[in-house]
């Protein structure tokens, strides 16, 4: 498959909200991102936590050009190479060891390596990496901590992810080293289940119009 990897910029400031997605069936996977683009939600994280998820991407990526789909939960190299092979145009992962980072670079990925403590930050920035997913923001001190990460580190930029809702992202965003943050409110199992595209395409309108500092 040929594939691109979208830009940082793209995957961090396309909208305020990243959708964190789980798809149980194959054929939800194409209805669903249709109805997140149709809301102005391009850009997609398709977690790797299911026995589909790679093939859900390759479908996405084929079927629907204006959505920016990425692999969620990358752990190592064998996921990576694997979602690069689904056509993923990005990834992301909880954590980051230096061999996955490492992996990374060599093949050139747009990623969003997951930290919780200013040491994680610390060590992906002297890989290279300055866009960084803050996992699991509530648990990990949500937005004091990121205030605090900003005075040593402002060269860093976060999509917050895990226990973020509609009424707490504005907090996040409101921040200064904040792009955009990762939500599964946006594709809950409930409506997906109930093929209820239009309610999703709903909740990704309502999504863009939450504000960012």
Same mark, same amino acid.
């Given at each position: 498959?040929?594939?691109?990897?979208?830009s940082i910029d793209e995957v961090m400031s396309s909208g305020p909200v990243m959708p964190v997605i789980v798809i149980?069936?194959?054929? $939800?996977?194409? !209805?669903?991102?249709r109805a997140l683009v149709a809301g102005g939600v391009r850009v997609l994280e398709v977690t790797l936590r299911t026995k589909i998820?790679?093939?859900?991407?390759?479908?996405i990526a084929d079927a629907v050009p204006d959505a920016i789909v990425g692999a969620g939960t990358i752990?190592?190299?064998?996921?990576? $190479?694997?979602?690069?092979?689904?056509?993923?145009?990005?990834?992301?992962? !909880?954590?980051?060891?230096?061999?996955?980072?490492?992996?990374?670079?060599?093949?050139?990925?747009?990623?969003?390596?997951?930290?919780?403590? !200013?040491?994680?930050?610390?060590?992906a920035l002297a890989e290279g990496f300055h866009a960084l997913k803050f996992f699991p923001a509530m648990a990990?001190?949500?937005v004091e901590m990121l205030k605090a990460i900003?005075?040593?580190?402002p060269q860093l930029r976060f999509c917050p992810t895990g226990g973020i809702s509609p009424a707490t992202a504005p907090d996040?965003?409101?921040? !200064?080293?904040?792009d955009c943050v990762g939500g599964s409110w946006l594709a809950p199992r409930k409506l997906i289940e109930a093929e209820d595209w239009d309610a999703i395409t709903a909740l990704?309108?309502?999504?863009?119009r939450l504000p960012r500092g």
């Open positions: 498959m040929n594939r691109t990897f979208a149980d069936r194959l054929e $939800h996977a194409v !209805p669903l991102a998820a790679l093939d859900a991407i390759r479908a752990l190592g190299a064998d996921d990576l $190479h694997a979602a690069g092979a689904a056509g993923a145009r990005f990834g992301v992962s !909880p954590g980051a060891t230096l061999e996955l980072l490492r992996a990374v670079r060599a093949d050139g990925w747009t990623f969003l390596p997951g930290v919780m403590t !200013p040491s994680e930050a610390m060590t990990a001190g949500g900003a005075g040593p580190l996040f965003l409101a921040l !200064p080293n904040v990704a309108q309502q999504s863009t």
